[in-house]
């Protein structure tokens, strides 16, 4: 008895799945897997400034006029040699250092408070 009455559930469901399109299901689950090709951003104005990095790999600048003896136009010359970081001021040599910034920074403490908060 109880064949019989699965045998009628299944051609109850089958009459109504027949029309069904599910090549166009099929496609639809497989675009749905798929990523997204580029992000979008919902931040505009003011909120974009404060987003984060577009690549994973760029690492955002840190406020190197915090150092004593850089200011504006010293971090301005430092940026325009590609150094952004703490950690990059605490890595470059103190000769190459004075080149970009000029003699009338203490060069070697510079370097010391960068090492200290590169860390």
């Known amino acids: 008895m109880s064949r019989i009455i699965l045998l ?12 069904t399109d599910w090549q166009g299901w099929l496609d639809s689950l497989k ?3 798929q990523p997204p090709q580029k992000p979008i951003s ?3 104005g003011e909120a974009a400034e ?3 990095p577009e690549r994973e790999d ?8 915090k150092l004593t003896g850089i200011g504006p136009a010293s971090n301005e ?17 103190p000769e190459k250092l004075k080149e970009i910034v ?17 860390n």
């Open 8 to 19: 009628m559930i299944g051609f109850v469901a089958g009459w109504f799945l027949k029309d």
């Open 31 to 33: 675009t749905a897997q």
């Open 42 to 44: 919902l931040l505009t």
């Open 50 to 52: 404060f987003a984060a």
């Open 58 to 65: 760029e690492v955002p600048a840190d406020e190197l006029e």
């Open 77 to 93: 010359k430092l940026n325009e040699h590609g150094i952004y970081t703490f950690a990059q001021v605490a890595s470059i040599s």
């Open 102 to 118: 000029g003699a009338r920074v203490k060069v070697e403490e510079v370097i010391k408070q960068a090492k200290a908060l590169a």
